[in-house]
């Protein structure tokens, strides 16, 4: 079975300009998570969809990023402008379900590789 | 708001110790907590999720216990090897009425076993 893929690994841009990620959840995967990774910290959700509909996005700074998932499969975070401040990992998971009413485990998330981002 | 300490931050061991990785997180109504393993460059690995219901949950050398009451999680991993070298993060997913809840991890301790 195919893992998480997210693209590109490595993205090095300059302030003020956009950049954009992609990822693709394991097939049948209803669930997809953006996360944003600084360097010596956890992961932090940026935006939670549920097939195409966003469950939660309160810690998308909304003036500058955004993340749609079309078709309820593959997703795309932009970013734009890019501030220093951005300059992270950023990590897709994706899992079979991510609602506590369905069989325990189906919320396990698998993550993807990660794209790490440095801006200058 | 939920918060999650890890501890120690760091560690270095020889290999073939038994250690313990902590947890400790500040709201008890979590639905359940999972352990990842992060290798540098890399994703997040899940290691073992531990439902609100359960005390504990094992996988090969690896042993998670949970106690919701103090809000306490600990990793044991028993014979350390230097392939167990890694960041090991932990992560609480709250109970919510809509059903629908995220993962706050803690920052990871970070592993450094040799040979």
């Known amino acids: 079975e195919a893992g998480v893929a997210q693209s590109p690994r490595y993205k090095i841009i300059e302030k003020r300009q956009s950049v954009a990620f992609w990822c693709n959840p394991i097939?049948?995967?209803?669930?997809l998570y953006w996360y944003q990774q600084i360097l010596g910290q956890g992961p932090k959700l940026l935006i939670q969809?549920?097939?195409?509909?966003?469950?939660?996005d309160s810690q998308l700074p909304k003036d500058r990023f955004s993340a749609e998932r079309l078709k309820g499969v593959d997703s795309t975070l932009k970013i734009q402008p890019a501030k220093l401040e951005d300059s992270a990992v950023y990590l897709c998971?994706?899992?079979?379900?991510?609602?506590?009413?369905?069989?325990?485990?189906?919320?396990?998330?698998?993550f993807g590789p990660g794209t790490r981002l440095t801006v200058l | 708001k939920q918060e999650v300490t890890q501890i120690p931050a760091a560690l270095s061991v020889p290999e073939g110790e038994n250690l313990v990785l902590n947890c400790s997180f500040t709201d008890s109504a979590i639905y359940n907590l999972q352990w990842f393993r992060q290798d540098p460059g890399k994703g997040l690995t899940s290691l073992l999720l531990i439902q609100s219901s359960q005390r504990e949950q094992t996988s090969g050398r690896l042993n998670a216990s949970l106690d919701k009451s103090s809000g306490r999680s600990t990793l044991y991993i028993a014979a350390s090897q230097p392939g167990d070298s890694a960041t090991y993060l932990c992560?609480?997913?709250?109970?919510?009425?809509?059903?629908?809840?995220?993962?706050?991890f803690g920052k990871g301790t970070m592993l450094l076993v040799s040979p």
């Open positions: 097939s049948g995967h209803a669930t």
């Open positions: 992560a609480v997913r709250p109970t919510t009425n809509s059903g629908y809840s995220t993962l706050t």
């Open positions: 969809f549920q097939n195409n509909g966003v469950v939660d």
């Open positions: 998971a994706s899992s079979l379900d991510g609602w506590q009413g369905t069989l325990p485990g189906t919320d396990t998330q698998y």
